[in-house]
């Protein structure tokens, strides 16, 4: 069924097909949270039956855009209400009661989605593109009047600025997308100004209008918004230029998403991280997270036990960073394809040029082609992978089979596709 040219006919016989095979299928939790993947339980040793912050967002941006509006707001209402029942973590950063160079401290964006409660486990839980993506979506969503905010829900909202501000997001050293070493990244940088300035929409319009205190967090967000986009435009294109060479890196696959779906990044500073991950991230059959990651590095499964496959390196990444035999032998990732045929889907929009459109496809075909096939040992048919990686000299689908944040992006990236041609 994959083509170099589609009608759209022919792109709504796939997802129609994909549906049917339950590819693009939610299994949500009963209050609309959804975990990272949905795995058997011999698979449980991966943890990914917990709920991400920033997975959630994804998922629930995808889904408000195929206009599955109502999933989209419960997910965003259930983070709310998870965010209100710990807001004493962003109170106690904010009065200065804690030390928020202690992870543990933070608000934690890994947490048991059905009882709303917090994880014990150690994690690095500083992770500001986490709450920065919360931000963003949710004061979106009001903003386009698809969900109507309670009072004890904006005064929730207010306290994210507050607690950017405390933190001083546009130089504290964080784990990021990757949850790995701490150090000050572009791509979270980029993602809490994008939520700031969703913010800051929202309080010039309807619900902030008349809300106690509205001002003071306007000039707050105001203040933060410059601070954010100074910085970036001292570190982009790098995605952290801290002189540290553990911390320091070119190329990282996060800046996509300032892109789209944030779009937060200029046409030309847009261009060049698209150039970089092209040329020096992209792989056969998905792209690396960055040069010389070791997560998922090649025969991961023998050298690791299952316990430790997942575990949390954020304080010391040099026993992990050894499985690496060589650069260019990385895993390679499922979730950036779809997002790089939907870019190419807007810059189609917006320019109308076939080579957009040429380029859409290309990405939706080879994000097509991770679809897992049949006779692939644990791993189930017609499902979206977290990544590929090198087992006995061949690239396979690791464990965590399907990855909800990857077929929400293959289904946001049908869902343009099919737009344009219709």
């Not at 969703?198 to 306007?218: I, Y």
Request: hydrophobic share 40%; glycine share 4%.
């Amino acid at each position: 069924m994959i083509k170099p040219e589609y009608s759209v006919t022919e792109i709504r016989d796939i997802r129609a097909f994909l549906e049917t095979g339950g590819t693009l299928n939610f299994p949500a939790l009963p209050n609309g949270l959804f975990p990272a993947a949905t795995l058997s339980r011999e698979k449980s040793y991966t943890g990914y039956s917990y709920v991400w912050v920033r997975d959630n967002v994804h998922i629930a941006h995808a889904l408000f855009r195929v206009g599955r509006i109502q999933a989209a707001v419960k997910n965003l209402r259930s983070l709310m209400k998870y965010f209100i029942k710990y807001r004493k973590r962003f109170d106690d950063i904010i009065q200065g009661r804690v030390d928020p160079n202690i992870p543990m401290n933070r608000p934690q964006i890994r947490f048991n989605g059905r009882s709303l409660t917090e994880i014990k486990e150690k994690w690095p839980h500083a992770q500001n593109d986490a709450l920065g993506y919360f931000l963003w979506m949710f004061c979106k969503l009001v903003y386009e009047c698809a969900l109507n905010p309670s009072t004890n829900e904006l005064n929730m909202l207010t306290l994210f600025p507050r607690y950017f501000e405390a933190i001083q997001y546009w130089q504290d050293e964080d784990s990021g997308h990757w949850e790995e070493a701490r150090k000050i990244s572009a791509s979270s940088i980029g993602v809490v100004l994008a939520g700031l300035t969703e913010f800051r929409k929202l309080a010039d319009s309807g619900p902030f209008r008349t809300s106690v205190g509205t001002h003071a967090v306007r000039d707050i967000v105001d203040r933060l918004i410059q601070r954010g986009r100074r910085a970036l435009r001292q570190i982009l294109p790098w995605e952290c230029i801290q002189p540290n060479p553990s911390k320091r890196r070119r190329y990282d696959a996060a800046l996509l998403f300032l892109v789209y779906p944030l779009q937060i990044v200029k046409a030309e500073m847009a261009d060049r991280i698209l150039q970089d991950v092209k040329n020096h991230l992209q792989g056969r059959i998905g792209v690396r997270r960055y040069r010389g990651d070791s997560y998922w590095a090649p025969d991961y499964k023998k050298k690791l036990k299952p316990a430790d496959r997942a575990a949390e390196v954020s304080d010391d990444m040099s026993k992990r960073n050894r499985l690496l035999p060589r650069r260019g032998e990385e895993a390679q990732w499922c979730i950036f394809d779809p997002i790089l045929s939907c870019v190419f889907a807007v810059k189609f929009n917006k320019e109308l040029l076939t080579g957009f459109r040429r380029k859409e496809i290309e990405y939706l075909n080879r994000s097509l082609a991770q679809i897992t096939a049949a006779g692939l040992a644990s791993v189930p048919a017609l499902r979206c992978p977290e990544l590929y990686y090198l087992a006995n000299g061949e690239y396979v689908p690791n464990d965590h089979v399907p990855l909800l944040w990857t077929q929400a992006n293959l289904m946001l990236a049908l869902k343009l596709i099919e737009k344009d041609l219709s």
